[in-house]
């Protein structure tokens, strides 16, 4: 049988060569690793998902009346997004199932590229070879981000809207261009023309996982031809790779992992709900909901928009720059900035354009480490900053004194936790030295003593 | 021993037996049989299948309570069960090995160099680099704009104008969400109210407004707006100046020492807006007033626009004029 398949496929393909060195590739072993995988299978699940929800979604902002079962909502005036969306959870078998799922994996596949990213950064796996590979990855975050945006946007529904009215004024708020860009992407004035929603929806389901998967590609397959990047442990060294076959060594634990993943998101699908849009309603310029909090990749820019002091950029009578700008986009777009062009900095800075198929461990390179700390509060406390007003609700802490706690906070703490982490990985380092001095120094002893 | 080698030797040249011995050594490296380990895979997969046909069955069953939850429990389970078996295998059934191999080599320093020469020796014909390559490259350029230039369709990109446009003027009717015009006498203070313009469309960031009503004598609206707040009744654009979410928090006072004054609140980044004073920023990011609607009291007691707003509704954009009227 299995003499025969690959008999088949050596004569055809000439496949056997291939085969032979794929099922022997080498993976080397570090939990950390998985999280890339995690990533990928989310992706493989948010595919699946999805393309079950595209043969009942209805990309239409036309007018209906709602009648379905769903008794607060009896007649209520809603576009045919909304009630599809609507009709799939309530009326279909495993439609909310599924619908649920796919917005799951959409928060749980964003969460592994970050963490992932968290890891490819402290480890300095994104040097020299791997560097296009680190940029592919990156694109597909900010894909991801932009395609995680657009599906809870589809939706229409009260929440969603709310944030498509940010987008559309963080939009507006590019300087030189903002406002043709935003009439561009929209068709018209907000809410647009009617055009935008199948704009959306071919965006979401079509350009952007093309895009993503095309990048993901990229990613797998520059991977392969650079190899796994390892920690040092024993006979680890540049210029070897240790570590399981694909098979059979890998492919069972990786095929674990993608069922796993698979489980755990049913599970969050059937159990956990997640935007109940027949709560939220239908979408209305004139309507707005207290404590909305978007999908949590995106808290980071509602917590920059909120936390920036108040001010346009103006001459006189005229608008420069709007006060959405700084946060909406200049900041995320500051930290991709940093990151895209790290590991060019960091060759500038330290002279090393040598390959490295070892990993640092986070300590082994002080400077890099220290920054990527920075970096990381800072972004993760304007993140924080977003749950502002549900501690006011909760915990009774005053919004305005938490707001200038932040902006405070938010520039000081960033420096201090790069200061401590330098300081910390200097420490490491040294009791590493020490600990190296004294047992070299144990070796030594008895021959010392013998003579 | 050697003896029995022989003669099963012979055996097998007689029998024409295979010859087990002379086998090339194995690749996959060898280990103990895990008889535990092969039970635990039956068993989880056993449960796992228990769980797919639950969750077909599940499926199967109409009007059920909690279809969602069970859908999911059942196959969220079928896969945990599957990942479970698939580890015992990975971890206790399959060979360990740690296999080495070297990384593939960082360059192809003759391989660059031929390739260099390739397209270097291919150009040798032209004399004109240059020239050649300053042409090719702007007409590279005319193409790609030509080719992306069908995407202005997309949007009326260069009328700005329509950014300004607004459904109120002079005379028109403030109306309730039944479409009821609103009557002066029926405003009450303490409150806030959404009007939309009569016989016009309400999707439009312009067309939305709130309606509150304060005391007359501590309005300090700016210059130039006399006799914009009838009875004290006062309309705004329910368009955030800052990222256009509607206003729909109204604060009143309603303890003087922590909240002094009413104000319009929007809730997505807490923008916060002084009806009495115009709609200048009290608090938040806005960066510009909420602009204010002229409101005038008809004869049969209705709220009217006086005029249009003070200022461009919406956000912001560059080049955006505080005064322009359209």
Not at chain 1, 92 to 104: D, E, F, I, N, S
Not at chain 2, 84 to 106: D, K, N, Q, S
């Amino acid at each position: 049988m299995i003499r025969k398949a690959v008999a088949y496929l050596d004569s055809r393909a000439g496949a056997a060569p291939l085969l032979k060195k794929a099922l022997r590739y080498v993976f080397p072993d570090h939990w950390s690793f998985l999280l890339g995988e995690v990533a990928l299978y989310s992706f493989v699940i948010l595919v699946g998902t999805g393309i079950y929800l595209t043969l009942f979604f209805d990309p239409s902002t036309a007018k209906t009346v709602y009648n379905g079962s769903y008794a607060p909502l009896q007649g209520a005036r809603v576009s045919e997004a909304y009630k599809s969306v609507v009709d799939l959870s309530l009326e279909r078998k495993a439609g909310l199932l599924m619908r649920q799922t796919h917005h799951w994996a959409a928060n749980v596949f964003i969460a592994a590229i970050v963490l992932h990213l968290i890891r490819v950064f402290f480890t300095g796996a994104f040097r020299k070879p791997r560097d296009l590979i680190y940029y592919a990855g990156l694109g597909m975050l900010m894909l991801a981000l932009l395609e995680g945006f657009l599906g809870y946007s589809l939706a229409d529904d009260l929440l969603s809207g709310m944030g498509l009215a940010i987008a559309y004024s963080v939009a507006m708020s590019f300087p030189f261009f903002g406002a043709n860009l935003a009439l561009l992407v929209w068709g018209d004035p907000f809410p647009g023309d009617a055009a935008f929603w199948p704009r959306m929806y071919i965006g979401h389901v079509l350009l952007l996982p093309v895009l993503i998967g095309g990048l993901l590609a990229l990613h797998l397959g520059l991977l392969v031809a650079r190899h796994h990047t390892q920690f040092r442990q024993e006979r680890e060294t540049e210029r070897r790779v240790v570590g399981l076959p694909t098979f059979p060594g890998y492919v069972p634990r990786t095929l674990g992992l993608a069922s796993g993943v698979a489980g755990l998101l049913f599970l969050l699908g059937g159990l956990v709900q997640i935007n109940p849009i027949w709560l939220w309603g239908p979408y209305e310029v004139s309507q707005g909901t207290n404590g909305a909090q978007p999908d949590w990749y995106l808290g980071w820019l509602i917590g920059g928009l909120r936390l920036m002091p108040g001010f346009d950029v103006t001459i006189g009578d005229y608008t420069l720059v709007p006060n959405a700008f700084w946060a909406g986009a200049g900041f995320p777009l500051f930290v991709f900035l940093v990151l895209l062009l790290w590991p060019w900095l960091e060759r500038k800075a330290t002279g090393d354009h040598a390959v490295h198929n070892l990993l640092d461990r986070p300590r082994d390179a002080p400077w890099r480490t220290a920054i990527g700390v920075g970096l990381l509060t800072w972004v993760f406390l304007v993140f924080f900053f977003g749950t502002a007003d549900r501690l006011y609700v909760y915990f009774g802490a005053s919004y305005t004194t938490q707001l200038w706690v932040y902006r405070v906070l938010v520039w000081v703490l960033p420096v201090a936790a790069g200061a401590v982490a330098y300081r910390v990985c200097n420490e490491l380092r040294a009791g590493e030295r020490v600990a190296r001095e004294r047992k070299r120094a144990e070796e030594e002893a008895p021959y010392i003593i013998g003579t | 021993m050697k003896l029995v080698r022989l003669v099963l030797a012979v055996l097998r040249l007689w029998r024409n037996w295979p010859e087990a011995e002379a086998r090339e050594p194995r690749i996959v490296a060898e280990g103990k049989p895990d008889r535990r380990a092969e039970l635990a895979v039956l068993g989880l997969l056993a449960a796992a299948s228990i769980c797919g046909v639950a969750f077909i069955a599940v499926y199967a069953l109409d009007r059920l309570p909690r279809q969602t939850q069970l859908l999911g429990l059942s196959l969220g389970l079928t896969f945990v069960f599957v990942a479970a078996a698939l580890i015992v295998v990975g971890r206790r059934l399959v060979p360990y090995e740690e296999l080495e191999e070297h990384y593939p080599e960082p360059a192809h320093p003759e391989e660059q160099e031929d390739v260099v020469r390739i397209v270097d020796e291919s150009g040798s014909r032209f004399t004109r680099k240059r020239l050649l390559k300053l042409a090719a490259a702007g007409t590279g350029g005319v193409v790609a704009t030509a080719l992306v230039t069908p995407a202005v369709s997309l949007g009326p990109v260069f009328d700005t104008d329509r950014l300004y446009r607004t459904p109120w003027h002079r005379g028109r009717r403030l109306v309730d969400e039944a479409g009821r015009p609103y009557l002066a006498a029926a405003i009450e203070t303490d409150t806030f109210y959404t009007a939309y313009p009569e016989d016009a469309p309400r999707d439009d960031l312009a067309a939305p407004l709130v309606v509150v009503r304060l005391d007359p004598g501590k309005l300090r609206l700016p210059a130039g707006r006399d006799g914009w707040a009838p009875r004290g009744i006062l309309a705004y654009s329910k368009t955030c100046t800052h990222a256009a979410c509607a206003i729909a928090l109204y604060r009143t006072p309603l303890f003087e020492p922590t909240s002094p004054r009413p104000a319009l609140v929007c809730p997505c980044h807490y923008s916060t807006f002084d009806p009495a004073t115009g709609g200048t920023v009290l608090f938040g990011p806005a960066g510009r007033p909420l602009p204010q609607l002229p409101l005038a009291i008809d004869d049969a007691g209705h709220l009217r626009a006086g005029g249009g707003f003070s200022g461009p509704i919406g956000p912001s954009w560059w080049g955006v004029r505080e005064r322009k009227r359209v």
